[in-house]
């Protein structure tokens, strides 16, 4: 008897193919997965909480009274020029510039870029004469705390700055309270205190988050200070304004730098 095969039902093939296909696009899916940052990671608008150690924190560091040793009083971050060695910080945190250090990234005791001390000081007539407000902006030189020729921006990058921003501007603050080992990190939208003073709402900004960069769209526009040298309650900060006066600050540390 002649046996005749019968032919491969069409939808088993199909059935197999569109299994594999589903397999693959699994797998993928499970492969992108990881990558993909997570949302929740993430604070919502007008919460504090721990910086998580990325190429933006680490533009952004402690500044310590002579060495590590000191205890860190202020934060302050680095910003691009052209001879890449600028920091901005409040300019009520550089009253001793000739020991005042900076430490970029520092986390938990360590200093995983060096230590910087500082060579420069950029300051508003406004206040070196009269400690005004309005004029709380400085910008720094830095060059290695050891000797060495390196230039910091090379190690983390620096932040562009950016004037003339709009009074309701989303930023996120990055700084170190004194009795923190770790950068806490907050994002909100501002509002004008005044025509020349910044207010931003986020809690747990305490002592030595006084010159914290104020980060819109990864560009430096305000650093914590200002009015009541920055807040007198940790759920209130300010910024002066970033205006001419600081930009032309900005040009003239960039250009004596080196």
Partial sequence: MIQRMLPRPAHSARTRRTSRILLALAAMAALVSVDLP??????????????????TSDRVGALFAGSLDGGHFCTAAVVHSDDRDVIATAAHCLDNPDTTVFAPGYRDGKAPYGVWKVTGVSLAPGWTDGRDPDEDV??????????????????????????????????????????????????????????????????????????????????????????EAGGTVPEVSYSAVMDDQALELYREAAVSAG
Avoid: H, M
């Fill in 38 to 55: 997570d949302a929740a990671a993430v604070p919502p608008l007008g919460v504090t909480a721990e910086a998580g150690s990325d190429a």
């Fill in 138 to 227: 400085a910008f720094a030189t830095v060059t290695p705390a050891d000797g060495g020729t390196a230039r910091i921006e090379d190690a983390v990058g620096g932040f562009p700055v950016a004037t003339e921003q709009p009074d309701d501007v989303k930023v996120t603050v990055l700084g170190y309270p004194s009795v923190e080992e770790t950068p806490l990190r907050c994002a909100n939208t501002t509002s004008l205190f005044s025509e020349t003073q910044r207010r931003i709402d986020c809690p747990d900004l305490s002592g030595g988050t006084s010159g914290s960069p104020w980060l819109a769209n990864g560009a430096l526009a305000g650093v914590l200070g200002g009015y």
